[in-house]
């Protein structure tokens, strides 16, 4: 007999239809479950057959205490997908906002920023976490954070104030700045109230997302950069682990917590903010072109400096030479094909300037650890 199992995950969000699909995909690869998905809005009040739900498990995010009461009422086994933690006695799997925060620190410092800020909302768990987690990997390198936290109940009704206070803090930002917003639908509203304060996006202030949402990162003008929670996995670790426990077995209570997959890189990052001029120049070159078959030579060209010059230079301001970031450039592209379109991999070479598909996947698996494949699979939406 199929057990059923209650999802109470709202699906208004990219990451909450993340956790979604990694559910899904252990009941299809299981075939022992009933769903019961009930419509259900982020921080809504329970429905209210959950308090006398008759099934055998729960998967929720538990981000009230309504939601919490009703869980417990039913003496089911469940397991929190939730970072507000209501139940602490529950097991509890996540993604890492630690490890999300110093990837951003990370794409920002690889670009050459020495301004960072961060821009959250206090009232979620997660956001906090990432704030302090942004501000303390900033520290490491000798860098004060700039912060801005709005507690936004997703009603509009916070939001007018909060933008008169948000566009005068975006204005008194340094320049050039790498700003991380907690979320995408925030990141948003970011590039918005940049291009009301005449503060060019990626080259004044260059702003990174956080959650992959394609549709709000592609509609973004430009495009939103995005850090990739593995919310997919998140999903699938929780339909595992209460599996597991509805099976009968002794398990000590968990938290899981399941490192970001990467970054997307859109236009709305995609520059280099370096004093040095030929550099600045060179790089910029490289992202325009890199996928037109350019070589190092070609770049030498932008510049009067010799190869050996420019090479030494670009390790001094960007960590890496000409020849890694054409690399980089082009696998990046190529990422983005694979995300966003159902281009075969030869037309994807092309169109990221290899010669052969057969090369790419060589340095793909060289430098992401994976097959374009198997990439293709674990983002697609």
């Known amino acids: 007999m199929k057990?059923?199992?209650?999802?109470?995950?709202?699906t208004s969000n990219e990451y909450a239809r993340g956790l979604l699909r990694g559910i899904l995909r252990y009941q299809q690869e299981h075939e022992k479950w009933t769903i019961d998905l009930p419509e259900q809005h982020r921080r809504a009040?329970?429905?209210?057959?959950?308090?006398?739900?008759?099934?055998?498990?729960?998967?929720?995010?538990?981000?009230?205490?309504?939601?919490?009461?009703?869980?417990?009422?039913t003496q089911l086994p469940a397991i929190d997908v939730s970072s507000a933690r209501e139940l602490s006695t529950l097991p509890w799997v996540e993604t890492d906002d630690?490890?999300?925060?110093?990837?951003?620190?990370?794409?920002?410092?690889?670009?050459?920023?020495r301004h960072l800020a961060f821009c959250g909302d206090g009232s979620f768990n997660w956001s906090r976490w990432r704030?302090?987690?942004?501000?303390?990997?900033?520290?490491?390198?000798?860098?004060?954070?700039?912060?801005?936290?709005?507690?936004?109940?997703?009603?509009?009704?916070?939001?007018?104030?909060?933008?008169?206070?948000?566009m005068r803090w975006l204005v008194e930002l340094p320049e050039p700045c790498g700003l991380m917003?907690?979320?995408?639908?925030?990141?948003?509203?970011?590039?918005?109230?940049?291009?009301?304060?005449?503060?060019?996006?990626?080259?004044?202030?260059?702003?990174?997302?956080?959650?992959?949402?394609?549709?709000?990162c592609q509609l973004a003008t430009p495009p939103l950069s995005s850090i990739v929670p593995d919310s997919e996995g998140a999903g699938?670790?929780?339909?595992?682990?209460?599996?597991?426990?509805?099976?009968?077995?002794k398990m000590k209570r968990l938290d899981t917590l399941l490192p970001p997959l990467g970054i997307a890189t859109r236009q709305s990052t995609d520059t280099f903010a370096v004093e040095d001029n030929?550099?600045?120049?060179?790089?910029?070159?490289?992202?325009?072109?890199?996928?037109?078959?350019?070589?190092?030579?070609?770049?030498?060209?932008?510049?009067?400096?010799?190869?050996r010059a420019l090479e030494k230079r670009f390790k001094d301001a960007l960590g890496k030479t000409p020849h890694a970031l054409i690399i980089e450039t082009k696998l990046s592209k190529a990422e983005r094909c694979l995300r966003e379109t159902a281009l075969t991999l030869e037309q994807i070479?092309?169109?990221?300037?290899?010669?052969?598909?057969?090369?790419?996947?060589?340095?793909?698996?060289?430098?992401?650890?994976?097959?374009?494949?198997?990439?293709?699979?674990?983002?697609?939406?």
């Not at 970011?190 to 709000?216: K, M, N, T, Y």
């Not at 670790?237 to 099976?247: H, K, R, T, V, Y």
């Not at 169109?351 to 674990?378: A, D, I």
Request: charged residues 25%; proline residues 3%; glycine residues 4%.
């Open 3 to 10: 057990r059923s199992v209650a999802l109470v995950i709202e």
């Open 45 to 73: 009040d329970p429905p209210r057959w959950l308090r006398t739900y008759s099934g055998h498990g729960i998967i929720a995010r538990i981000e009230t205490k309504s939601i919490a009461r009703a869980v417990q009422a």
């Open 98 to 113: 630690r490890k999300i925060a110093e990837l951003a620190v990370q794409h920002f410092l690889e670009r050459g920023f």
């Open 131 to 166: 704030r302090e987690a942004f501000v303390a990997e900033s520290k490491k390198v000798g860098i004060d954070a700039r912060v801005f936290d709005i507690e936004d109940d997703s009603s509009g009704m916070t939001w007018p104030h909060a933008r008169r206070r948000l």
């Open 181 to 216: 917003a907690a979320y995408d639908s925030l990141a948003r509203r970011l590039i918005d109230l940049c291009a009301q304060a005449s503060r060019r996006v990626p080259e004044s202030i260059a702003i990174l997302g956080v959650d992959d949402d394609p549709l709000l």
């Open 236 to 249: 699938y670790a929780a339909a595992e682990q209460l599996d597991a426990i509805m099976s009968g077995k």
């Open 278 to 307: 030929d550099v600045s120049v060179s790089a910029h070159y490289i992202l325009a072109h890199a996928c037109e078959g350019i070589q190092v030579d070609d770049v030498v060209k932008q510049t009067q400096l010799t190869r």
């Open 349 to 381: 070479a092309t169109r990221c300037g290899f010669e052969y598909s057969e090369y790419l996947s060589v340095l793909f698996k060289k430098h992401r650890n994976m097959t374009p494949g198997v990439y293709r699979q674990q983002h697609r939406q």
